[in-house]
């Protein structure tokens, strides 16, 4: 091949340049084949860096161009656009990623000196077999699927919406609201939750261009960003929303009572069919069948019986429907920390510690206890209560990370404790993290009104007394690290302030939509700082606590972004796709069909009139199970063809002399 | 004058020889057109007179077995300068064949499998032939046995292959008429007398796009009439073996075991199978988890009774993985 | 599977009912204990403050005398499982101090490899290895009228456990469930019983045997179960003591789990080491039965202890 490479090394100030020995690497690839011109940069991807490239693709006649510089994640765009800027087709450029993948991880300068040679080889070697492409580009489908009933879908639908695109919000309760529907006030200014909530909810119900889906689940998902189709699987309800009117005579009727472990957490009881709750949205009751008398004996039916629109359907199916988006926005929110997993907290051992959810249905004036603080026995106002924070954050044996709200909702639950009982309570806390406007001065206030803070990891709670005065009560039993003691702290109450973590099925929601979790299981996203609803799945975004523990505020924001972005998506009306997708070689394919059943995203097809297989571009996700699989070699990936990966591997096997080690 | 035509039988069956035959009396047309100047097999004709032509004398010359020592090779350098156009003709000249398994021992394992630890030899004084060996009489010499086998292409430039074991009678007539037909002549390098897919193309059996849950090999199991032997669990080489045979193992309830050589663009059939069948094999429903997913696919895997036999009867000398395939 | 079993000085002694016991029940489980050959004393709670290199040395000892074909070691007494444990963690973590134990074991011709053996404690190989289901199908004459205080004590489940937290470990429970008995939500299960310290300083050491008595009566206790020879010493020798001391009129039976499991599994009361306890568990099989004469143990907090330390 006679080419015109160019090589460029960027130093990246003293990131690669203060590891590795760029003048070596440039020394050696120079010796490379096709290698024109090499050149070291403090900087490349500065405007004069960029002005380098440009200037040599015109001035020296480059065809292709290597940049080892950093990941091609970060700049990658940045050096193509410049090959575009020279009029060089923008494939024909390849970042090598000389820094996140050897000098920030080498053991010594040395070793990071000799593989960035062999990589830069590599990649030398590898460019020389990029083909000019020119990528498709195709019309975005300006409907929006958001996956979430809580705020954060909420808020996401609600402003796609109002800029007058489609939108289908699927929802697997019954209902709109997620854990905010709970939750009674909002910290640090103690405002209504479902004050600020239901309106949005509201919203959501009558806005014509939102299709409401609750009861459902997304099934499958294919196609990519423009395209999708997805499949949403929507459970039976059992009551017709079209027919009922909301008298509630169904669940006046029921004759089967349970424990709500749904909207009120344990602590109030519902029937069997009944309303999730007071503003549910749709407002329409829910028979919940593992509950239902009719559906363990075959007797009952006096919903059906008493219902005055016929609205009660006992046989109704589950529904499964094909919808098409262009994006969809994750929004699955978070799920509490089982507080019985720490048994020595007591959480189900003893009647009166409690959860935080728990304590937020306690302090809901339509809660079960109309917003009365009492013991488990319904009647008792506690004279003592201890909120212990960090259960199952910040702690080795559950979740290292910092769930980032329950100091500040422990606080708030201080602070309405003492204010509608009077009672002393004492925060057992490890440190108190209280950013965000008007936090910190909450903390203040509740210091000054009298709230206790003991700080230390509480051992256990117990209710084995050692002295007379600890007869009768829970004993909290904690190092206070302050003073350095053991203490014993009797109440007649505790509340456990649980973590957010990710939802059991984040891992199943993440195979199905393309994206993936990070340690701690919540889904990733495409970047920390600069990319932070997007994923590395395009048209995919996310949006609160599925994402990582956050606050209501930051949860609207993140939804807001990411309705931003889909709409910057709709606006530009059309998507280029990605040419990493795989393609069968039509001339040589023998119809074996062995790909046809492992494709992921079933984006394979058998032409049964010339007997070949085929790939629908548009649906292909550019895994390479495919051309892993064909054993006629004839499935080739864009970006990864065996020619272009073949070449890499022997430049990476090419010793110093410029022998390459494997003649492959 | 006619042109000349030589055909030549290195380390092989015979087959290929046979094979020329199978175009029944087309042999005869063969012959008119052809002088058949150097064929052992055919007519009488030595070493030494084949020396004795000039370069380029022979117009074309068939080449067929692999290159297993060095008469083989002495045969294969003389035939290359004496020929205008050489083809590796057969699998063992076109990839090794079966000859190339034996890459997977030793010169030294093969005699003393051969010699010393063979249960019908008697050789009370453990000898194994030299390349040279004094006796009474004199001196008594054999070519010297190479260390492993080659096909022809790596020892001298080839100009056309021909697969097969031997190459199909309908195809060897394809290669003739080529050379005899008065067409330009295909760019050197063309592999001749096959198909430009795999062999599923000219299988009749059905795909029904099932997976296979567990192997079996040919005595375990009858298999189903008509439909893919490979999604029944049978190890067929077809969709990573070239196409021209007319699938003839398939059709006639056998897998095919390869000998048409990878298609085009494959540079290793045996690890090509070998990923397929990593991809279309089913671990079945009761693996929860890549952890036991993967044991499964490694239990099936490794009770495959000689992988390398399996994979690489044909491509072993000539595959990317050369000798390192294992047992 | 084999396990080299290291009995522990204590069992030829004070809790040769441990002993009996877990070998009887041992055996109807087909566990097979191989006792390492010529093993010594861990060097319990005491040589740690004394020497602590020496005190490895001795511990480490005795792993270097497993049998080969043995990769796991199991000890029935929480102070020589953590002991052993222990100096196999040292020796791993610390290749420096692995080094200098096998200098000394060097003296009598011995050496241990850090990462050969498991430390296991017999109830995990009771709960694991054998299986609740298998421990059950043995059960002739479940216990269903017992109501056991399971207490396992500090050295068992620290600093890591297998038995759930340190401070609210759950395994052996399941274990008294599976042998029909209702394992109580004991509060101090985790709790220290004291050790040694009924003989240094009573008060304090019959302080904090009285808390976990009068926890289990509490819960409702009729009988206490226990994992280590020093709690049972504490908790069933001492009961006398603190009943006096207290005022209180505690008679809990104290017995090894693997005498529980034995009873269930219809052991006879002498095949289990039953008749050597302080309070037998003879009340609990509705028998009257002779006391242990206890007369002869040091035990009056007023004769050893004179620091009267308030323990907060």
Redesign the interface.
Known sequence: MNQRIGVYLCRCGANIGGVIDVSAVAEYVRSLDGVAIVRENGFMCSESGQELLVNDIKDHGLDRVVVAACSPHLHEETFRMAAVRAGLNPFLVVVCNVREQIAWIADSGQAASVRAQSQVAATVARVGYQREIVPERVPVNPATLVVGGGIAGIEAALRIASAGYGVYLVEQGPSLGGHMAQLDTTFPALECGACILTPRMSAVAHHPGITLLTMSEVEAVAGGIGNFTVRVRTNPRSVSPELCNGCGICEEKCPKRVVDTGHNAGLGNRKAIHFPFAQAVPFVPVLERSDCLYFSTGKCRLCEKFCPTGAIDLKEKEVFREIGVGQIIIATGYSLFNAARISQYGYGRFADVFSALEMERMLSSIGPTGGKVVRRDGITQPKRVAIIHCVGSRDRNYHEYCSKVCCMYSLKFARQIMEKTGAEVFNFYIDIRTPGKGCEEFYHQLQEKGGYFIRGRVAMVMEAAFTVTEEGHLIVQVEDTMIGRTRRIPVDMVILSPAMEPRGDAVQLATKFGLSCDVNGFLSEAHAKVSPVATMNPGVLIAGCCQGPKDIAETVAQAGAAAGQVLATIARGEVVIDPVRATIDADHCCGCRICNDLCPCQAITYDGERKISKIITLLCCGCGTCVAACPSGVIDMGQFTGDQVVAEIEGLLRTRSGDTTHGI | MKPKFAMYWASGCGGCEISLLEIHDQILRFAEVFEIVFCPCLVDGKKEDLAKLGDGAIDLTFFNGAIRNQEDEDMARLLRTKSRILVAYGSCAMEGCVPGLSNLSTAADHFEAVYLKNHTTVNPEAVIPGSRSEVAEGILSLPVFAASVRSLDQVVAVDYLVPGCPPEGVQVEKVIETFVGGSPLPPSGSLLGAG??????ECPRV?N?R?PTRFYRAHQQIPEEGVCL?EQGFICL???TR?GCGARCPRNNMVCIGCYG??????DQGA??I??L???LDPGKDCDGEVERTQRLDELFSGIVDPAGTFYTFSLAKS?LGGKVGR | MKYAYYPGCSSETLSSGYEVSLQAVSHLLGLELVTIPDWNCCGATEYMAVSRLASYAVAARNLALVPEDCHTVVASCSACFLNLKRVEVVMTDYPEVGEKVNEAMAAGGLSYGPGRLQIRHILDVFLRDIGLEHIQEQVTKPLSDLQVAPYYGCMLVRPTSCFGQPEYPVGMDTLLGALGAVPLDFSLRGYCCGGHLPQIKADTGFEIIHRILNNAEKEGANCIAVACPVCQLNLDLYQRDVNLRYGTNFEFPVLFFTQLMGLAFGLKEEELGLDLEAMTGGRLLGEARSQHDTSGYPGDGEALGGNREEIS
């Not at chain 2, 990878?262 to 540079?267: A, C, M, N, Q």
């Open positions: 430009e897919r795999a062999l599923c193309e795909r796009v997976r490979l077809g969709p990573a196409s990878p298609p085009p663009g494959v540079d090509q199978m990923a397929a990593g991809s279309m990317m």
